[in-house]
């Protein structure tokens, strides 16, 4: 299972494959630009890959390479043999290195998440990359970011949903673990054959990070010291302990009820 990644303007892309792959590895830069080549993230299980990310390079000039593949007027069950033979003349030269870049792995059958910035305005010029994606018949999802002001969501919206399954806002920032395995339940639905190993995926996904909860938990609760004298007379949440220490399975459930929160 793939998962090519676009953002048509590479702002914190990088932040949001980094919170989906769980990957310290990944190089966030400010810098427009940074992604020259398609690069893969397998995410990985007891050393089993349970999908993978593929984060790729913006586009270069989407609306030459559409201009390329219009020239023909190929009918709509022609339009992704066209974005195959764009990627077949091109790739491996000098021109539309980018373009190439992207179209590779997706023309391999990875489905496409497509970012945009939604505290910056909407562009027209966005729709050519946008309609080359929709060439291709992959299947589409696209995330609009709100980790900034988010001013522009309605236009991002308006503009991406009839060629996207899906539209959704998302900040990497913020984002909770539930919120990135409802992203995995959303390409799900978006792909027949991707139902039930994404479906197998996220509920290992699911376990490891309650067990992962679990783990701290104890930690925690292992850690506190026991100190019934010194805590005589003390108050917890507005009530008097009166010297009673706390049960320690009780302390590792208000640790999971706070962390999940």
Not at 66 to 84: I, S, Y
Not at 119 to 147: C, D, K
Request: glycine share 6%; hydrophobic share 45%.
């Amino acid at each position: 299972i793939g998962v090519a990644w676009f953002d048509s303007e590479e702002f914190e892309a990088d932040d949001i494959i980094a919170t989906l792959a769980e990957e310290d590895s990944i190089a966030i830069s400010p810098l427009p630009g940074t992604t020259r080549r398609a690069t893969r993230y397998d995410v990985l299980l007891d050393g089993q890959v349970l999908f993978r990310l593929i984060d790729t390079p913006g586009f270069e000039d989407a609306a030459r390479a559409l201009a390329w593949m219009q020239r023909e007027q190929p009918g709509a069950d022609q339009r992704k043999a066209r974005v195959a033979a764009f990627h077949q003349t091109f790739a491996g030269s000098s021109e539309f290195v980018e373009e190439c870049e992207l179209l590779g792995p997706v023309l391999d059958g990875a489905a496409i998440l497509y970012v945009a910035d939604g505290s910056t305005p909407f562009r027209e010029n966005i729709m050519a990359e946008v309609e080359i994606l929709r060439w291709t018949g992959q299947p589409r999802m696209a995330l609009v970011n709100r980790s900034q002001t988010g001013e522009h969501l309605g236009a991002w919206h308006a503009a991406l949903s009839p060629a996207f399954s899906a539209v959704r806002n998302f900040d990497a920032h913020a984002a909770s673990f539930r919120e990135r395995l409802q992203l995995l339940a959303l390409f799900r639905e978006l792909v027949e054959a991707w139902r039930a190993p994404l479906g197998k995926a996220i509920e290992r996904l699911d376990a490891e990070q309650a067990r992962r909860l679990q783990a701290s938990a104890a930690t925690i609760a292992a850690r506190r010291p026991k100190r019934a004298d010194a805590m005589r007379g003390e108050v917890l949440d507005g009530e008097v302990l009166d010297g009673e220490v706390l049960d320690d399975e009780v302390m590792r459930n208000e640790i999971m009820r706070g962390v999940t929160s």
